[in-house]
C-alpha cells in the first residue's frame, strides 16, 4: 500500500478536531490545577521520527511495561526499565518498580543521568520530584503483593511526568485500587499507561475503578502477555470508553489533541 495511503487511514482513524492551543510551560501541580481545561482534539501517530514542537510529546510503547516518552527538548524517559526490554536509545531518566524483575534492572546504564526507582532499598516509600529540562517527575507510592501473599508496602510506585502542559501517568505494577488521597496526589491525568493483564496486576474491575477515579482522556495498555488477554480487557472497557487500534507504536500527542471523549489507544509493541 502507497506511503500517502496508509497516513491517511492512520490519521482518519484516529482523528478529532483541534480546539485549544498549547504551552510547554510548567507549573507547580500544574497536573491538579489545569489539566481539566484541556480541549479535545486530534492525536496521530508518528509514522517516523519528527521533530517535536513546543506543545507536543512522543510515547512509543516498547513492549510489556515499558515505553519511551520524549519531551520537546528531547529528554528521554524509559518506564520500567528493565534487563529485557529496551528501547534500544540511551534514556535521560529510567524509572523502575519492584515486583519482578521485567520492571527493574539489577545493572543500569550508568549514562543515565537519573535511575528511579519506585521503591525505596532503605526502607519506607521512596520520594522523588525533580524537574530535568522541560519534565517533572513524580511518583506517588502504592503497595504490592509479594510471591508469599503477603502485602509489601511501598513496593511499586505511580510515576508522574508533567511535560508541554501534559499530565502522563504510568501505573507501574499496580496491585489495589486508589485511596482518595492518592488519587489526590496523583492529580488530573491526561494519559495513563495501565496494566491490563486482569492477574498478576489488579483485576479488570479493580482497574476500570482506578480509570473512572483518574479521568483521563486517553488510556494506553500495556502489561498483556496475549491478544486474547487484551480483549478481555477491551471488552470490558468498551462498555464505558472509546477504543481505537493504532497500527503504529508511536503516538505524538498534545494537550489541544487529545480526544474530546475518554479514549483507549492500543498501541502494537515494537
Request: proline content about 6%; aromatic content about 6%.
Amino acid at each position: 500500500m502507497p506511503l500517502g495511503r496508509l497516513v491517511a487511514i492512520a490519521l482518519q482513524a484516529m482523528a478529532f478536531v483541534c480546539l485549544m492551543p498549547a504551552s510547554a510551560a510548567l507549573a507547580q501541580d500544574r497536573c491538579i490545577a489545569f489539566a481539566h481545561h484541556h480541549a479535545p482534539g486530534l492525536h496521530r501517530a508518528a509514522l517516523e521520527p519528527v521533530k517535536l514542537a513546543a506543545g507536543e510529546v512522543r510515547i512509543s510503547y516498547v513492549g510489556h511495561s515499558t515505553f519511551l516518552i520524549e519531551t520537546p527538548k528531547g529528554v528521554k524517559i524509559e518506564t520500567d526499565y528493565n534487563d529485557y526490554v529496551r528501547s534500544g536509545d540511551l534514556p535521560d531518566i529510567a524509572t523502575m518498580n519492584r515486583a519482578h524483575d521485567t520492571h527493574f534492572s539489577y545493572a543500569p546504564d550508568p549514562r543515565i543521568r537519573h535511575v528511579l526507582r519506585g521503591w525505596n532499598p532503605a526502607g519506607g516509600a521512596a520520594e522523588h520530584d525533580l524537574t530535568v529540562e522541560d519534565v517533572r517527575i513524580r511518583n506517588v507510592p502504592t503497595n504490592i503483593r509479594g510471591w508469599d501473599g503477603h502485602t509489601h508496602e511501598f513496593g511499586n510506585s505511580i510515576f508522574v511526568f508533567e511535560t508541554a502542559r501534559l499530565c502522563i501517568a504510568h501505573l507501574g505494577h499496580l496491585h489495589h485500587t486508589l485511596t482518595p488521597q492518592q488519587v489526590g496526589r496523583i492529580g488530573q491525568m491526561d494519559i495513563v499507561l495501565v496494566p491490563v493483564d486482569g492477574s498478576l496486576t489488579l483485576d479488570l474491575d479493580g482497574m476500570l475503578e482506578v480509570l473512572k477515579a483518574l479521568k483521563a482522556r486517553l488510556m494506553i495498555p500495556m502489561h498483556y502477555f496475549s491478544r486474547a488477554g487484551l480483549e478481555r480487557f477491551l471488552v470490558r472497557v468498551r462498555e464505558t470508553f472509546d477504543v481505537v487500534e493504532s497500527p503504529v507504536a508511536s503516538i505524538v500527542v498534545s494537550s489541544r489533541t487529545l480526544p474530546e471523549r475518554p479514549q483507549v489507544l492500543v498501541l502494537p509493541g515494537r
